[in-house]
T-cell receptor
Framework: EAGVAQSPRYKIIEKRQSVAFWCNPI?????LYWYQQILGQGPKLLIQ????????DSQLPKDRFSAERLKGVDSTLKIQPAKLEDSAVYLC????????????FGSGTQLSVL | LAKTTQPISMDSYEGQEVNITCSHN???????ITWYQQFPSQGPRFIIQ???TKVTNEVASLFIPADRKSSTLSLPRVSLSDTAVYYC????????????FGAGTRLFVKA
């Protein structure tokens, strides 16, 4: 079974530039999550999707971050404009009631904002 | 929201049994306890999940006392490859906003 796919693996940008991350969850997983993990900390949930609808985005900095999951499969997370403090690993995860809601994570995108 | 407390770091030697304890004093009746493992440059990986008493799989055991205010992840005979960060989560078993990753426990296994 293929895992959660994320791209790019690494991204370096300058502050005030924009960046986008892509995620393809495990086939059949209706729930998709985006996490932000700053070095030395645990992952912090940004947004949760159920199919193509947003379950909760209360921790997403909406002035600069946006996310969509238009067809209920792939998802894109965008930052515009980026700030230095956005430097982190952005992890995508998916889950399904059929697997007891366990989280399956991708390898993440490491973002460096200079 | 149920908050968890774990040791920041632990050291061990190859072949030893490692026990990592997590405190979750305000765990709710319908909350599960889930542990994840994270290696550098990878996303967390599910290890084990339980509700009460003891759960064992091919990787680890999870001990949960009757009051469920704490839990212990037990890794038998660790190897160098078990060096990782281990997270204890309390929630409905999924990744929703009721489930919070803390800073985790950094386990370092030495030869």
């Amino acid at each position: 079974e293929a895992g959660v796919a994320q791209s790019p693996r690494y991204k370096i940008i300058e502050k005030r530039q924009s960046v986008a991350f892509w995620c393809n969850p495990i086939s059949g997983h209706a729930t998709l999550y985006w996490y932000q993990q700053i070095l030395g900390q645990g992952p912090k949930l940004l947004i949760q999707f159920q199919n193509n609808g947003v379950v909760d985005d209360s921790q997403l900095p909406k002035d600069r971050f946006s996310a969509e999951r238009l067809k209920g499969v792939d998802s894109t997370l965008k930052i515009q404009p980026a700030k230095l403090e956005d430097s982190a690993v952005y992890l995508c995860a998916s889950s399904s009631p059929g697997t007891d809601n366990k989280l399956f994570f991708g390898s993440g995108t490491q973002l460096s904002v200079l | 929201l149920a908050k968890t407390t774990q040791p920041i770091s632990m050291d061990s030697y190859e072949g030893q049994e490692v026990n990592i304890t997590c405190s979750h004093n305000n765990i709710a009746t319908n909350d599960y306890i889930t542990w994840y493992q994270q290696f550098p440059s990878q996303g967390p990986r599910f290890i084990i999940q339980g509700y009460k008493t003891k759960v064992t799989n091919e990787v680890a055991s999870l001990f949960i006392p009757a009051d469920r205010k704490s839990s212990t992840l037990s890794l038998p005979r660790v190897s160098l490859s078990d060096t990782a960060v281990y997270y204890c989560l309390v929630g409905d078993g999924g990744g929703g906003f009721k489930t919070i990753f803390g800073a985790g426990t950094r386990l370092f296994v030495k030869a």
